[in-house]
């Protein structure tokens, strides 16, 4: 046998060991990473829809009503849905990673102002029917650490301060930054930055990321639109 043809066998041999390591490994890790996915889902659905004012959570009923949009029912009603969940991106700063948020909507059995009513400034509360934004959870994003990645910063439950002092307050389940917060009770069309002629905060040199995050949820508000359109 000749040099190329050992050659050859060698070259093959490799790649078929390569190929069943990879299927191997394959094989083992994505049941572990399909099911971190529900897990992260299901933690991003609880962040959002928080809201029960004796701090509880709420127990929901959700059926999937087209990609990326799930109705969510009180217990035993299945008429109207109390809430809409929808999964939304766009580029951030990092445009090779998009931002992923899962968006909470009030639905149709809500009355969103009562809903939201101690969640948002009193002049904000919602007025009328509508698809309002009750809050979001950031799914996936790799922007700037320390700058861009604030999105995803959770409320701390109690300052140094009121440990020291012994004022630590009550368990509070809404552990949104005011960047988060802000957001509650509007409709896609009034997020607008105040660079940018509206009232929304951007993050402190963050003006893309932020920008990315308004544009997922519009990207969400979308796609409950259509989803409602064709049902």
Request: some cysteine.
């Amino acid at each position: 046998m000749n040099f190329y043809a050992r050659l050859i066998i060698s070259l093959a041999l490799c790649a078929g060991i390569a190929s069943a390591l990879l299927a191997f490994t394959y094989n083992t890790t994505a049941p572990v990473i399909a099911q971190r996915e529900i897990e992260d889902q299901a933690a991003a659905l609880q962040n959002v829809f928080f809201l029960q004012k004796d701090g509880s959570g709420l127990a929901l009923e959700p059926k999937v009503i087209a990609e990326g949009v799930t109705a969510l029912y009180q217990p035993g009603q299945t008429e109207e849905p109390l809430y809409y969940a929808v999964t939304g991106s766009a580029t951030g700063y990092n445009s090779s990673v998009p931002i992923s948020l899962m968006v909470g909507f009030t639905g149709p059995a809500a009355d969103a102002a009562t809903l939201l009513d101690g969640y948002v400034e009193p002049e904000r509360l919602p007025k009328g029917d509508g698809n309002y934004i009750v809050g979001f959870s950031v799914i996936n994003s790799e922007e700037t650490p320390g700058l861009g990645e604030k999105i995803k910063d959770a409320r701390p439950p109690y300052t140094w301060i009121q440990a020291i002092t012994g004022t630590k307050p009550a368990p509070n389940p809404d552990v949104s930054t005011d960047f988060q917060r802000q957001f509650r009770g509007r409709t896609a069309d009034s997020l607008v930055l105040k660079k940018n002629g509206g009232d929304l905060d951007a993050i402190t040199a963050s003006t893309i990321t932020s920008n990315g995050v308004i544009s997922a949820l519009m990207n969400a508000s979308g796609k409950l639109q259509e989803a409602l359109a064709n049902k």
